[in-house]
């Protein structure tokens, strides 16, 4: 499943996943025929914060992409963590994670919908326009979610995006739901 979504061939996806085994980066267990692999541990979150982080300082074509892709989008403010907190103890916001279900199933924000950006269409009928809509999805950089917002505000619903994503929340100690 991961070299399908990936787009790369089976054997050169477990050889990565192998290298990252050894390497005590992912655990693996097995399931019938099946490795499932997931992160050794919270510090592996913090490890890939970091590298993006040195990324972002030090490499000129990662602040090239972030300033193309994201400076159009700016006008797409995005919520911080402890204002959706607060927010969502409120009550007054309806929260999104937009990856697609196995991603949500395996951990997400506490009270989030599941609604994949492929699904988006069929499921805005569902959604209360009452509340603002905040989307998630992986990471600050996921693009999921400013699609997510793009195509909610085109169809006359209040939305943001998380400032950061699942990932960094997580990595934070925050509170996350299994599915």
Request: hydrophobic share 45%.
């Amino acid at each position: 499943m991961l070299a399908e979504r990936c787009g790369q061939p089976f054997a050169n996806t477990s050889q990565h996943l192998q290298q990252l085994r050894r390497a005590g980066l992912v655990a693996v267990r097995r399931q019938g025929k099946h490795a499932i692999y997931r992160l050794a541990d919270d510090a592996v979150l913090a490890l890939l914060s970091a590298l993006r982080r040195v990324a972002e300082r030090n490499l000129a074509e990662v602040g090239q992409i972030v300033a193309t892709y994201f400076a159009d989008r700016s006008r797409l403010e995005a919520v911080s963590r402890d204002e959706l907190l607060a927010r969502l103890a409120a009550g007054d916001v309806v929260l999104l994670d937009v990856r697609p279900e196995d991603e949500y199933a395996a951990g997400h924000l506490p009270g989030a919908l599941n609604v994949p950006l492929d699904r988006l269409d069929a499921a805005i009928a569902t959604l209360p326009r009452d509340r603002e809509v905040v989307a998630y999805c992986r990471g600050p950089y996921c693009v999921l979610s400013v699609e997510a917002i793009e195509a909610l505000r085109a169809r006359g619903f209040r939305a943001r995006r998380l400032e950061d994503g699942f990932l960094e929340w997580r990595a934070a100690g925050l509170a996350v739901e299994v599915a």
